[in-house]
């Protein structure tokens, strides 16, 4: 079965600084999917950014990055220039190719101080 | 468009009662997906219905259920419910939920709490 791991259960960056948040996957599959979701207090899920394991270029979302090493199974995420609105949990998220669910890590909380 | 609608946003039940939570879709998705999330266990998928059909299924206790109607509203049903089945109950929303990099669209969650 797969698995997503985040190593960090909480993490702090001050406002208009850069915060890497870890994830590594488990997987035997070839074609598969990564995703950021955030979920702020309201709990509403967001998608943050998504990355197609077949593409070797690291996707990009105004100020999220991610850096996708598939041979290391590690797929982090990167916010630059830290907003106060970027305080709120994140998952990273894998999906096999086809019609298949989302599995979730734990999460990472991220605190912005300002 | 109206995002994914989730009713009620709050549930008190007792030990044993039974719930239906409602999910509306998103105009034009197809697809709804379940996903329980809690403190200990984190975010764990329930099942997914497409065409009002279930087209996934995780690894629930059968006392977890679902449907989708014709218009792709989805309910899911827990019934004699235990302590352990406090939760935020997550819906997700889909065009058809059959490519890996379609987005799923969440709803804000039912929040369950049984006594």
């Known amino acids: 079965a797969q698995t997503v791991t985040q190593s960090q259960p909480e993490m702090s960056v001050q406002e208009a600084e850069t915060v890497t948040l870890s994830c590594t996957y488990d997987?035997?599959?070839?074609?598969?999917?990564l995703f950021w979701y955030k979920q702020p207090p309201s709990r509403q899920m967001i998608l943050v950014i998504r990355?197609?394991?077949?593409?070797?270029q690291n996707a990009t979302e105004n100020r999220f990055s991610v850096n996708f090493q598939k041979a290391a199974k590690s797929f982090s995420l990167k916010i630059s220039d830290s907003q106060l609105g970027d305080a709120a949990m994140y998952f990273c998220?894998?999906?096999?190719?086809?019609?298949?669910?989302?599995?979730f890590g734990k999460g990472t909380r991220l605190s912005v101080i300002a | 468009k109206a995002g994914v609608t989730q009713t009620p946003r709050y549930l008190i039940k007792t030990r044993g009662q039974q719930v239906t939570l409602s999910c509306s879709p998103i105009?034009?998705?197809?697809?709804v997906s379940w996903y329980q999330q809690t403190p200990g266990q984190g975010l764990q998928f329930l099942f997914e219905y497409f065409s009002e059909t279930q087209r996934n299924k995780g690894n629930f206790p059968g006392r977890f259920s679902g449907r989708q109607f014709s218009n792709s509203r989805s309910e899911m049903n827990v019934s004699t419910l235990e302590l352990g089945d406090s939760a935020l109950y997550l819906c997700a929303s889909a065009r058809t939920g059959t490519s890996g990099t379609e987005t799923q669209y969440f709803g804000p969650g039912t929040r369950l709490l049984v006594l």
């Open positions: 997987t035997s599959e070839s074609d598969y999917y």
């Open positions: 990355q197609e394991a077949y593409k070797q």
């Open positions: 998220a894998y999906r096999r190719s086809g019609n298949t669910p989302l599995v």
């Open positions: 105009s034009g998705h197809r697809s």
